[in-house]
């Protein structure tokens, strides 16, 4: 599939996220800068998850989609301030702006050409911004992600040099 074809579908299923809930966002202490989150449906996991520091929820259910920031570069902002990055210090006030996105219905999303880097915006007026800067794609770092993105479909990996493949569930 041609890099325009791949972005084209992406695109589309990026899109489905609109009105959706993102009921789990998973950062913090232990993580570093990665970070995950569960939106839409919850479907119940193959087998629950040990982490205690988890919520019951975020043990026992995936969300219909998912996203886990991996090296991509990320912000969470809303219209007067840049409210945390991925750069910041990992405490409580870069946790907290990250689990204040939990309980909001995504009201725009989208993914941008040729970089693949992911908007979302939340109610209230939240944007979680996504940069795939994370250009290393030689054979050494060919397990690292910019992003990968879930759903009960396919999974969606945003490479080195945003190039992104496709994997079918």
């Known amino acids: 599939m041609k890099k325009r074809e791949i972005y084209e579908e992406f695109r589309d299923v990026v899109a489905r996220l609109v009105g959706e809930k993102c009921w789990a966002v998973i950062a ?3 993580t570093g800068s990665h970070v995950s989150m569960k939106i839409g449906a919850k479907i119940p996991g193959e087998r629950p998850l040990k982490n205690p520091t988890l919520t019951e929820d975020e043990r026992n259910f995936e969300g219909e989609f998912g996203l886990f920031v991996t090296e991509a570069s990320w912000r ?3 219209a007067e301030a840049v409210l945390c990055t991925d750069t910041d210090e990992n405490t409580g006030k870069r946790y907290a702006h990250l689990r204040g996105l939990a309980g909001r219905k995504i009201t725009s999303a989208s993914v941008a050409f040729p970089s693949f880097d992911l908007h979302l915006e939340f109610e209230g007026g939240i944007h979680f911004r ?7 794609d030689t054979e ?9 993105f879930f759903t009960q479909d396919a ?3 945003v ?3 945003s190039a992104v493949s496709k994997e079918k569930q």
Do not use: L, P, Q, W
Request: aromatic fraction near 22%; glycine fraction near 10%; hydrophobic fraction near 20%.
């Open 28 to 30: 913090g202490k232990g």
């Open 140 to 148: 050494e770092y060919s397990d690292y992600d910019n992003y990968i």
């Open 76 to 78: 969470v902002e809303d």
């Open 159 to 161: 490479d080195g040099r």
């Open 130 to 136: 996504v940069f795939s800067t994370f250009a290393n």
């Open 155 to 157: 999974t969606y990996s």
